[in-house]
């Protein structure tokens, strides 16, 4: 259990941690790809390393340096995974992204695995998945029968689909796109909003052949079958999500002012930006730059906020920032509404349910709703014991909480915030003053 307790303002510079959907990305390609693939500003993570042990198991040689931020990857070619056995177990920990991305790399592969991860994953829906990939000709088996992992995939020839997916989602994007690389004719996907266009852009770099438009009634992406990718070197900027802690904790403590160095700002992920802007915080964007990825320097100030409205399009391109959001509004003047959001029920935790009882327990006034939560800002928040559910973005996000809060707050699990920022609040303390 860490302690927290009220902290005055924030100073200095910070480079956060590399993007994690960008290093889950560039270690699958890599290893599906002809020639070495070198990746640099990896994030070592406990997501990112779940990646690594399944494509080791399943044949790749992945090296990485002293660091643990620069990757060499020697890629075995799309058609040249190959495990040990017939029949390969492959763990994925804590990390949705890998259960759902692989899946669709294991769909077509001459052998039959057996996906799982820890309890959360094990819990989270994967019928989102299954149904497109069964519609390609995909043989996936839920084994508990209940649509989530542990799933035995049985590779089998898979063919082009149009795909109308029911949510925005760019884990299911990117396990049909990956399984479309090995179909018998282009395949489409249709989210009804934008979602994180990383696997899009990173394909393309790879030397696969993917367009995306909008189209009635969405927006669509389209992969056409590839018969190779080719490696190629990857820098991965630094994570958006991880850098949200510090520009929530930079605007909610009077006087600080902090510079988040070489922060990935693609628009279809940068939502808490536009949130932010919204809720009038300050943020200046130094050194634009864009390789593959664009990125920025931010120069976050402390900054007086209000509420608004957090809905419809917004959402896919910052759902994994709205427990930190949820801080920031309780800590504003007014009433900040967030909506369209019911995809926060099946992440590590039900964090409509989480983040309520954990603001609640710490004064604020906040209701939650079936897709989203009403937020009215302006109580002070006060120290309290939080309930963590073993939920990274909950650690972290109530880490923030505690610094804007009256007296001491007790976190019942801060080592979570290791699956996606290992040494999270070493940096935290860095910035004190």
Known sequence: M?????S???RGEITVPGDKSISHRSVMFGALAQGTTYIEGFLDGADCLSTIDCFRRLGAEIILSRDRRSVRVAGRGMRGLCPEGSEVRLYTGNSGTTTRIISGILSPQPFTSILSGDASVNRRPMERIIKPLTAMGARILSLEGNGCAPLKITGSPLHGITWHSPVASAQVKSAILCAGLYAD????V???ALSRDHTERMLRQFGASVSSAPCPGGYAASVLPCEELHACDILIPGDISSAAYFIAASLLLPGSRVLIRNVGINPTRAGILEAVTAMGGRIEYLNRRSEGEPAADLLVTSSS????TIEGAMIPALIDEIPVLAVMAACAEGTTVIKDAAELKVKESDRIATVTENLRAMGADIEPTPDGMIIKGG?????AFIRTYGDHRLAMSFAVAALAAE???FLDDEACAGVSYPGFFDALKSLSV
Not at 2 to 6: I, V
């Open 185 to 188: 004719a282009p395949s489409t």
């Open 407 to 409: 007296g001491e707050t």
């Open 190 to 192: 249709i989210e009804p």
């Open 305 to 308: 906020l209000h509420g608004c």
């Open 2 to 6: 860490l302690t927290l307790r009220s």
């Open 379 to 383: 109580k002070p928040l006060h120290g």
């Open 8 to 10: 005055g303002p924030l």
